[in-house]
């Protein structure tokens, strides 16, 4: 169908996430993508762009990946889906084997669902429902301790577990309560020293747990870096400090590697930088190469076993969704771990993060540039209007839009988080591109801000 008659459809009928659909309603260029190759995208009117934020993190070797393409084809000459609820299936048992291998040591068990927000929900339910039976049972410890500016998806148990204010503002009343930990992003000490900075960020998190720590049911935080909620690192150190504090306090600790996993930040995943293994680990994104929608949430044998008992003795996991374990996307998902276990996969993604750094990090001179904040092939560019005040652009500026529709003339497709530029090009981008991607960006930062 030709791109008029789509994009009026699509006027009439989309309601598009996280969009203001009275701009789309008005825009006249809305993209249409008909078909991706490589790290391209190609659009109804004939125009190619970069995806330059992986189709929203999620796309690991590009788009048409032959081998991820036969592995989807191969299994659809079986079957596409059956259920979990009472039945198996050979990919979900496949991947289940390859997911325990690669994963920190301890994590034993998968829970598949179909999304992060899902992988997330399901860990927080694992943790509340352990401590009401564990031997001895320890049904007071009820209680979650996230980061602000948190971000572990959508759905009203993920936006609780998370910290950004908006989402809070808006549906505070649906949700439930946790503790919060400030992020250690917002300690001014991080433009000090590490080692104050991790002195700073661990602090409150001490007093919390002296506090309520006979109470926690778990910590549930990302690891490294916090994405959605604009790209702010932590202090090295930090989760490994949280980690030594869940063990003195007998509380289990949830990472959301949704964003990080797979290679992200330049290890399969990103705890491994601080040597820190999980109880409950959330997975999704990158797990199906951005091809098809997988989830999985792992855990320790310790947690299953406390799941264990005799029918009626009503210790099983109530909890499970349509499509989880699908045949199709559990193909796909095996597939792009083979790949990205051959041999200088890993490797590149380091170089590559070099690269990123030694180009980007310059940009810190540029006078709407406050901060550029990378962990691997993951980063962001902060924008402020005055950086001597440190005075943000107003909201309604909508400044990370305009670098975005910047970006988009020059043939890289983006996605902002508010004033911050976000870096994530698909991890298997070639050196060419990545070279191309950082031009871009930083000639769309030069035009959208001058
Ligand atoms: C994207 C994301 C989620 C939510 O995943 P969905 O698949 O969009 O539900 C959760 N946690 C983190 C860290 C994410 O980046």
């Not at 747990?209 to 604009?230: C, D, N, Q, T």
Request: positive net charge; hydrophobic residues 40%; proline residues 4%.
């Amino acid at each position: 169908m030709n791109y008029k008659r789509l994009s009026k459809k699509d006027k009439q009928h989309l309601w598009h996430p996280f969009t203001q659909q009275r701009e789309w309603e008005m825009d006249k260029d809305i993209t249409i993508i008909t078909r991706g190759k490589g790290t391209y995208l190609y659009d109804s009117k004939g125009r190619k762009y970069l995806d330059g934020v992986s189709s929203l993190w999620c796309n690991v070797h590009g788009h048409q990946v032959p081998e991820i393409d036969r592995a989807i084809q191969k299994q659809l000459q079986k079957i596409a889906h059956s259920t979990m609820l009472g039945a198996s299936n050979e990919p979900a048992i496949l991947l289940a084997e390859k997911l325990v291998q690669l994963a920190p040591k301890g994590l034993t068990r998968v829970f598949y669902s179909d999304s992060g927000s899902e992988a997330n929900e399901i860990a927080a339910k694992m943790a509340f429902q352990y401590w009401k039976q564990v031997k001895p049972a320890r049904p007071k410890k009820n209680l979650f301790l996230t980061v602000r500016e948190g971000y572990h998806g959508d759905t009203i148990g993920s936006v609780s577990l998370g910290g950004i204010e908006l989402f809070h503002a808006i549906f505070g009343g649906m949700l439930f309560k946790t503790l919060k930990v400030k992020s250690p992003h917002d300690y001014p000490s991080r433009r000090v020293s590490n080692d104050q900075w991790l002195k700073d960020s661990v602090k409150e998190a001490e007093a919390l747990f002296r506090k309520y720590g006979s109470r926690l049911a778990a910590v549930h935080m990302e690891p490294l870096i916090e994405g959605a909620g604009g790209m702010l690192a932590h202090p090295w150190g930090y989760l490994k400090a949280i980690r030594r504090l869940c063990d003195r306090y007998g509380v289990l600790l949830i990472l959301d590697e949704v964003a990080t996993g797979f290679g992200r930040t330049g290890t399969m995943f990103a705890c491994e930088q601080e040597g820190v293994r999980p109880d409950l680990l959330c997975v999704a994104k990158n797990l199906t190469g951005g091809y098809l929608p997988v989830a999985a949430t792992l855990a320790t044998e310790k947690v299953y076993r406390a799941f264990l008992g005799t029918f009626g003795s009503l210790r099983t996991f109530y909890h499970g969704h349509t499509f989880t374990g699908n045949q199709l996307g559990c193909a796909a998902a095996l597939a792009n771990l083979g790949l990205m276990e051959k041999r200088g996969f890993l490797e590149g993604v380091e170089e590559k993060s070099l690269m990123l750094q030694e180009f980007l990090e310059p940009l810190v001179a540029h006078p709407h540039v406050a901060d550029v904040r990378l962990r691997g092939m993951m980063g962001g560019i902060e924008l402020v209007k005055n950086k001597k005040t440190n005075e943000p652009y107003p909201y309604e500026k909508k400044m990370g839009y305009r670098v975005c529709a910047e970006a988009k003339k020059r043939g890289v497709l983006m996605r902002p988080l508010g004033n911050v530029i976000v870096l994530m090009p698909p991890l298997g981008i070639s050196k060419k591109d990545l070279a191309f991607l950082i031009e871009v960006v930083s000639k769309s930062i030069e035009a959208a801000t001058s």
